[in-house]
């Protein structure tokens, strides 16, 4: 057994406290170091997939099960009427994923490498879909503006738009996510071969591994990913008024980094050994799925639960951290090479955003 799975001690020891009543921070704690061992499970069971099914199916599966645990807190919250919370995640994890995680994965993987090579094509297709996405999810806050409103407030929880913004952002909701269905045709049949290419010598790597366990032990690291994840989540919030955080600040960063742990650890660590196509699937792809797939979801169910259906209306600091963050990604990948100066060129701006927020 590899060392850091000893630390799944603090999953039990996280729910213990929780249930114990126990301060905000040590939960927050406990929670934080139990995502590491369920991520490290994620990672080997995403790099045994990868290597018998390709790059992209593999990335997306790791996305999938990644983001299943932000789509149920997000849920929640939206149970709770705590929209704005829930835009700022959705922002959080499109951005996170972008620069924190597309970053980092850049600075190990070139660090000892003059450059590493990815697909063009499939990376700007990715790049593509995130464009459309920043598009829609930019144009109600435009409506809303030309029609004589106002954008969001920071530190609201939840604004009412009206009906038209409301019927506005479900048809865009329906538009994002057929496009996400084409998007996976594209990737997953019409051209596989170039999201997909199949290599035997990487299978070697894991020969003791069948499809059916790797696919097994990333279902069970998902679940416990999404119990740590609530856990922290639960226990960010009253957390942060202890050190004197935002709920806006928290929401984007601390919530978004802490409940996508575990890809990030994946993209690092596939990136460390040299194999930035199924990084690179992650990191955009991940942000491709949030935006083009987990945002208009929560649209749909704002429908059926909640006070109020959730209208797409960001505000302008989450605007304009959405837009850089996609141009870059688009001018990252243009290429197909990248170096770790790139990395930290990405990670440079992600620090710039979070000074911002933390100002804002």
Same mark, same amino acid.
């Given at each position: 057994m590899r060392p850091v799975y000893f630390l799944g001690i603090f999953i039990p020891t996280?729910?213990?406290?929780?249930?114990?009543?126990?301060?905000?921070?040590?939960?927050?704690?406990?929670?934080?170091? =139990? @995502?590491?061992?369920?991520?490290?499970? +994620? !990672?080997e069971a995403t790099e045994v997939i990868a290597s018998k099914t390709g790059p992209g199916i593999? !990335?997306?599966?790791?996305?999938?099960?990644?983001?299943?645990p932000e789509l149920i807190t997000a849920f929640f919250a939206l149970l709770e009427g705590l929209q704005e919370v829930v835009k700022a995640s959705i922002v959080g994890s499109i951005i !996170?994923?972008?620069?924190?995680?597309? =970053?980092?994965? +850049?600075?190990?993987? =070139?660090?000892?490498?003059d450059k590493q090579t990815f697909s063009a094509t499939a990376a700007n297709a990715q790049s593509g879909m995130l464009l459309l996405a920043l598009a829609a999810l930019?144009?109600?806050?435009?409506?809303?503006?030309?029609?004589?409103?106002?954008?969001? =407030?920071?530190g609201e929880e939840r604004v009412d738009f009206g009906s038209d913004l409301e019927r506005l952002s479900l048809a865009v909701a329906v538009v994002l996510i057929a496009?996400?269905?084409?998007?996976? $045709?594209?990737?997953?049949?019409?051209?596989?071969?170039?999201?997909?290419?199949?290599?035997?010598? *990487?299978?070697? *790597?894991?020969?003791g591994w069948t499809m059916r366990r790797a696919v097994v032990q990333l279902a069970v690291a998902a679940v416990l990913v999404g119990l740590t994840s609530e856990l922290l989540v639960g226990s960010v919030s009253e957390a942060s008024k202890e050190i004197g955080l935002s709920e806006f600040f928290v929401g984007v960063f601390v919530v978004a980094i802490v409940g996508n742990a575990a *890809?990030?650890?994946?993209?690092?660590?596939?990136?460390?050994?040299?194999? +930035?196509?199924?990084?690179?699937?992650?990191?955009?792809?991940?942000?491709?799925?949030?935006?083009?797939?987990?945002?208009p979801v929560l649209v749909l169910l704002s429908f059926v639960v909640g006070p109020n259906p959730l209208a797409l209306v960001f505000n302008g600091y989450e605007i304009a951290a +959405?837009?850089?963050?996609?141009?870059?990604?688009?001018?990252?990948t243009q290429e197909g090479e990248t170096n770790w100066f790139e990395g @930290?060129?990405?990670?440079?701006?992600? $620090?710039?955003?979070?000074?911002v927020f933390f100002f804002a």
């Open positions: 996280a729910l213990g406290l929780e249930l114990a009543h126990a301060s905000p921070l040590l939960v927050f704690g406990a929670a934080a170091l =139990g @995502v590491i061992p369920t991520a490290a499970a +994620m !990672g593999g !990335g997306l599966l790791n996305v999938t099960f990644g983001n299943a !996170g994923n972008i620069l924190l995680v597309l =970053g980092a994965a +850049m600075v190990v993987g =070139g660090a000892k490498r930019i144009l109600p806050a435009a409506f809303q503006l030309i029609h004589g409103g106002g954008l969001p =407030g920071i496009s996400y269905a084409a998007g996976l $045709v594209f990737s997953l049949k019409t051209h596989k071969r170039v999201f997909n290419p199949y290599d035997d010598s *990487e299978a070697d *790597e894991h020969t *890809e990030h650890w994946v993209a690092v660590l596939a990136a460390a050994k040299d194999k +930035m196509d199924l990084a690179v699937n992650i990191a955009i792809g991940s942000s491709a799925q949030i935006a083009l797939f987990v945002a +959405m837009l850089f963050a996609v141009l870059i990604a688009n001018f990252a @930290v060129q990405l990670l440079a701006l992600y $620090v710039v955003v979070g000074l």
